[in-house]
T-cell receptor, first 113, second 112 residues
Framework: EAAVTQSPRSKVAVTGGKVTLSCHQT?????MYWYRQDTGHGLRLIHY???????EKGDIPDGYKASRPSQENFSLILELASLSQTAVYFC????????????FGPGTRLTVL | GQQVKQSSPSLTVQEGGISILNCDYE??????FAWYKKYPDNSPTLLIS?????DKREDGRLTVFLNKSGKHFSLHITASQPEDTAVYLC???????????FGKGTSLTVIP
């Protein structure tokens, strides 16, 4: 059974529109992360959370918000989508020790037109 | 600056040979080092990890070597097979810090 799931798996959005990417984990992990993957950049951390109702900024938070309404769910929100946010987005979870051994979701391919 | 660097974007190895993937890091505080494997259109999965209290860890055909003084770690894959063809991401982090830094990846191709 997949322990980290993401929805949608792909999405086409218009510039200036609002986009919400969802992530659900059944690992009972405290930490959840959102990364984006771009050619030539590898994985870059956008936001993370170590407890419900709290989120923290990662390395590239500008243009993104995050929400952690419960331990299992973590959303990434693009209030005003831009062309530069076209990428593949990965959600991940890890246990209370933080970054060690992250379990990734299948990814969401977002295209902003 | 980039915290974790993989200087080789690609590597080609003959089947049966040894694949050596390298990673350099910046932060002296890093004490956890890992290698992830990623197939195209799939998510990364953890292959092997090592803490800073050891210099080497083996797991089957995989060995991680850690050189703390040189701020360098590497993954050696012996008896490389075509199914090892994938992108390999190195990653590092520090106890007490939630950020976990990934390299850009090295694309390994194993030729039959």
């Amino acid at each position: 059974e997949a322990a980290v799931t993401q929805s949608p798996r792909s999405k086409v959005a218009v510039t200036g529109g609002k986009v919400t990417l969802s992530c659900h984990q059944t690992n009972n992990h405290d930490y959840m992360y959102w990364y984006r993957q771009d050619t030539g950049h590898g994985l870059r951390l956008i936001h993370y959370s170590y407890v419900a109702d709290s989120t923290e900024k990662g390395d590239i938070p500008d243009g993104y918000k995050a929400s952690r309404p419960s331990q299992e769910n973590f959303s990434l929100i693009l209030e005003l989508a831009s062309l530069s946010q076209t990428a593949v987005y990965f959600c991940a979870s890890s246990d209370h020790r933080g970054g060690y051994e992250q379990y990734f979701g299948p990814g969401t391919r977002l295209t902003v037109l | 600056g980039q915290q974790v660097k993989q200087s080789s974007p690609s590597l080609t190895v003959q089947e049966g040979g040894i694949s050596i993937l390298n990673c350099d890091y910046e932060n002296d505080m890093f004490d956890y080092f890992a290698w992830y494997k990623k197939y195209p259109d799939n998510s990364p999965t953890l292959l092997i990890s090592v803490r800073s209290n050891v210099d080497k860890r083996e797991d089957g055909r995989l060995t991680v070597f850690l050189n703390k003084s040189g701020k360098h770690f590497s993954l050696h894959i012996t008896a490389s097979q075509p199914e090892d063809t994938a992108v390999y991401l190195c990653a590092a982090g520090a106890t007490g810090y939630q950020n976990f830094y990934f390299g850009k990846g090295t694309s390994l191709t194993v030729i039959p």
